[in-house]
């Protein structure tokens, strides 16, 4: 049984679903009472004619073609965007006083608004639309505000603002429109008088930036709550495909003292490893959904941390020292003890420095398996062949498929692990080793498509991983790459290469299509985008930047925009 289709609606079609319920629901009453109250007006040669509680029809679909506008920019907007990171707990917010100091100021503006609209509604009289608005939806601001602030203030405003300023300059213009032609009419007397521009009365313009402000905090709730969930496996170990609406509400009442702080920087920390390490496996991270996005982003923090740290030292010993701690550390891991939760925090806080601390401790080592792990170690200490015994350990194909399948082909089988262990599909074991196999092979081709890139990078740092016997066959010594790695004919190897990854390619991605439908799209998307720089590669020209092939952006989008689309 597959989710995926639950998942598409769970993401993208629930929210805006109950958005336009509760905004129908919520605006039919206020709205009637404006009606009844000759606020505003509908000349009888304006409208069809049907009518519920004395609101035209054209009104009440005016409440769901807004709703459903604002919430497709919203959704739009927030496709890449990793809630986890933005949520903040007791912690976090008594250190960062600007975020607590501004949530107080958003209450007291909002309830000083809500008093004001008051007494402008019992005043009557000119004030009486612009009171209406308020109170109306004042409190519905406020309590969205308070159990979402935290996104609301963290947020990137491509994903607050703009959604509620685009679709309201747009209504504005739309509604100017409309009052010229008498379509609706305000009735003075209950209106300032007051424009925003000739036509439109700033009780109108009001209304349209206030109904996008509740609609987009609505779905910035919604987000919030799922981050919620999400984020914390421990305030919520079973999380159900679709949560329900009580679910949601519980999630956004969790306590902030509940929250996991170091787990929601560490989280952050992995997140900026990532954009600024891997920009094509960054881009393909955005499509993957829930708690299997992340535990991916968690382990590419694992992976790349404990590579820096037996890359990034002075001395062959010292980065040996390195892969002891870190075989050490994921002893303690698959101990399967009842302390193991305890010693490996206090291993790792006496024996990592304090910025790699949350890699290690936030690997989701219940859902991986050991060896892939023990094996990613054994590639880095290939690489210390290079750099501290001044060899050239990559003799021939052989030593090179081996090496590439320690460093990358373990990687792609933990990926596909996690994916088996968060899909709600059930595939069986035979297949599933046969899509692990497959993942591995393609770890390989992408490894490879990795050595291609870097040849020029490599060399500066004394590494050639272009085999020994194939450097021989054109005449050419590892330590003639590392003195002219743009020899044609070490481009010629390149490409060689290039076409052992390309073959490899060809064969594993097959496999794609066996994975589970939900992460299926977003898998291949991770695939595309990185073999698009071996397909770049086998131009005749291509662009470098600090040595390397990189791919243009709008292409990136392109390869990713055209993988989701094959599914």
Known sequence: MGWDYALVHLYYNIPPALLLTIAVISTTPWDSYLIRRQIWTYPS????????????????????????????????????????????????????????????????????????????????????????????????????????????????????????????????????????????????????????????????????????????????????????????????????????????????????????????????????????????????????????????????????????????????????????????????CYAGTATEREMREDFVKRTFPRKEQAALLLLPTTHLSPTPLYDLLKGFETDLEFSFNAQFPITNEETLQVYASRVAGTVAELCLELVFYHTKESIGEEQQRSIVNAGGRMGIALQYVNICRDIAVDARIQRVYLPTEWLKSQGLSPEDVIDDPTNTRVEALRQRLLDHAMTIYDEARRAIVSLPKESRAAMRVAVESYVEIGRVLQKSQYKLKAGRATVPKLRRLKVAWTALKKG
């Open 45 to 332: 040669d304006a409208i069809v004619g049907p009518t519920l509680f004395r609101i035209p029809a054209e009104e009440v679909f005016f409440f769901i073609i807004q709703t459903y506008n604002t919430s497709l920019l919203y959704l739009l907007a927030s496709v890449p965007t990793f809630h986890p990171i933005h949520l903040c707990g007791e912690l976090s917010l008594t250190r960062s006083k600007w975020l607590k100091r501004w949530k107080w100021i958003g209450v007291s503006l909002l309830v000083a608004a809500m008093l004001t609209g008051a007494g402008l509604v019992v005043k009557g009289g000119e004030g009486l639309y612009l009171g209406l608005i308020i109170v109306w939806a004042g409190p519905f601001i406020l309590l969205l505000w308070s159990l979402s602030f935290q996104l609301l203030l963290g947020l990137p405003i491509s994903n607050t603002i703009l959604p509620i300023l685009m679709p309201t300059l747009y209504l504005w213009i739309v509604d100017t429109l409309a009052l010229r032609r008498g379509t609706w009419v305000i009735e003075s007397g209950t209106k300032l008088g007051w424009h925003l521009w000739d036509g439109l009365d700033v009780e109108e313009a009001f209304f349209f930036l206030v109904t996008n402000t509740l609609i987009v905090f609505g779905l910035v709730a919604f987000d919030n709550a799922l981050a919620i969930l999400e984020t914390f496996p421990t305030l919520f170990p079973t999380l159900p495909t679709l949560p329900s609406p009580i679910m949601l509400v519980e999630a956004l009442l969790v306590s902030l003292t509940r929250y996991d702080d170091q787990r929601i920087q560490g989280l952050e920390e992995a997140l900026r490893r990532l954009r600024q390490k891997s920009r094509s496996f960054y881009l393909a991270s955005g499509c993957f959904q829930g708690r299997l996005r992340i535990d991916l982003v968690l382990l590419y923090s694992f992976c790349r941390v404990a590579d820096d740290l037996v890359d990034n030292v002075a001395s062959g010993t010292e980065a040996r020292h390195w892969i002891l701690k870190l075989t050490k550390f994921l002893d303690i």
